[in-house]
């Protein structure tokens, strides 16, 4: 019998549906490039386009990732702007900004054969020793720690880099990477997501059409995501829980995941943090989640798509997982660390302009009418207001000895549909009810 939450939506859908848009993207003539197609080959090459986009489009792109989301740039920040050649357009328009702001930029590109300039490239985690892999750098943590504010463009020109690598390898890379990333999440940072050849295929789009998308939600202006996030933040911050119910659509039964929200805060993301955005989320207490959950909607993390998830918890950990694609590579998630069977995060997706399902987790995540969790770390702000000062980090210590606060290597969101067709069925905040409305969450009357 076909399943009443089969997705219906990844496929479907024209862009941007709402929402005001500064500049209309152009991409109306890829370009045609060369380069090595086959990391571990340099024998067969391929020629490739690369996305068009106009000038005045990445201008007000940057404009937003500088302004709005950094909050500015002063003479006395050092911009750290990282993303692969393949998206250099748009790094080089936030390279000139910083500049003329005063400010010093510095641009870190990232080899081909890398992940998001993690630690080590897939070269290092297919050949290298473990004790090769333990030498890190210097440079690599004080590049970070010198920084003020860091802007990544996310997008590469192979996503499956790291396919094939043993579990037990990519959660030693994840590891190893883990305490950078905590630099770059104490200082105002955002990313955001440029569009290639290799992503589109990836998703299975025309470069063209997935050009447009990625622009027109990159280029619009995210402040109307505040108003519907200001009537839902009161509900969500009088909430000591939260109900998650779906549905398993094969064994046709729903499932209730509870969250104990009592130690965070919501926190309401407009362009802040990731862009686009739109978003209500906050980070649960980690040793109090209980129950189950269907995850409808695929994701794709280091080239590898995760679909069909289903978790089990008890006492705040996983007990029991399985994916209907991807169960080996949810498994290396999982099992990288103690956290990462753990949540660190619960959200509401806000944005109702995004009416195409994208595997890409910074697009998937945000659609109006989904539910995200997220395997792994917690994030500190959701539970004080500054984690850097004194007051802050005394709270963060004993969140973190209680179990509250949760660590890990891994930050894994995985998304569920409550719109209709999808597997998600109610939601509750404390003792209110919610519901999905013309692409947003409400209270249910």
Request: aromatic fraction near 6%; charge should be negative; glycine fraction near 12%.
């Amino acid at each position: 019998m076909r399943s009443v939450c089969e997705g219906r939506h990844s496929g479907s859908g024209r862009g941007i549906g709402s929402g005001r848009q500064e500049h209309p993207p152009l991409a109306p003539r890829p370009v045609e490039r060369r380069y090595n197609a086959d990391r571990r080959s340099s024998a067969r090459r391929l020629t490739v386009r690369e996305a068009a986009i106009e000038a005045k489009a990445l201008e007000t792109w940057a404009g937003y990732l500088l302004e709005h989301s950094l909050g500015g740039i002063t003479p006395q920040d050092r911009v750290m702007i990282k993303g692969e050649r393949v998206c250099w357009p748009l790094m080089a328009v936030l390279e000139r900004r910083v500049i003329e702001a005063g400010g010093v930029p510095d641009v870190y590109l990232i080899p081909p054969n890398n992940d998001r300039g993690r630690v080590w490239s897939a070269a290092m985690g297919r050949a290298g020793s473990g004790e090769q892999l333990a030498r890190i750098p210097d440079w690599h943590g004080e590049r970070y720690r010198s920084m003020t504010k860091y802007v990544e463009v996310l997008g590469g020109e192979d996503p499956a880099q790291f396919r094939g690598l043993p579990a037990d390898r990519v959660q030693t890379l994840a590891a190893a990477d883990r305490p950078f990333a905590d630099v770059r999440i104490s200082k105002p940072w955002v990313i955001t997501l440029y569009p290639t050849p290799a992503f589109a295929e990836l998703e299975g789009m025309d470069l063209e059409d997935y050009t447009g998308f990625i622009v027109r939600a990159s280029t619009t202006d995210p402040r109307p995501l505040l108003e519907a996030e200001q009537l839902l933040e009161p509900v969500f911050a009088s909430a000591a829980a939260m109900t998650i119910v779906t549905e398993h659509p094969e064994q046709g039964r729903e499932l209730t995941l509870e969250l104990d929200l009592s130690s965070g805060r919501p926190m309401m993301s407009y362009g802040l943090r990731n862009f686009p955005d739109g978003e209500i989320f906050t980070s649960p207490d980690a040793g109090g989640t209980e129950g189950e959950i269907f995850v409808d909607l695929p994701v794709n993390y280091g080239g590898n798509d995760i679909k069909g998830i289903y978790l089990r918890f008890e006492a705040g950990r996983i007990v029991d997982f399985k994916a209907a694609i991807g169960h080996d590579h949810l498994a290396a998630i999982i099992g990288t660390d103690e956290g990462s069977r753990r949540l660190g995060e619960v959200a509401l997706g806000m944005n109702p302009g995004l009416d195409r399902v994208l595997k890409h987790p910074l697009f998937v995540e945000k659609v109006g009418g989904t539910l995200h969790i997220a395997i792994g770390a917690s994030y500190e702000d959701s539970y004080v207001e500054d984690p850097r000062s004194e007051e802050g980090a005394a709270r963060i210590k004993e969140l973190e000895r209680s179990g509250a606060l949760n660590r890990s290597a891994q930050h894994v969101d995985i998304v569920t549909d409550f719109r209709p067709g999808g597997c998600g069925r109610r939601v509750r905040l404390g003792d209110v009810g919610l519901k999905v409305a013309n692409g947003v969450w409400v209270v249910a009357p």
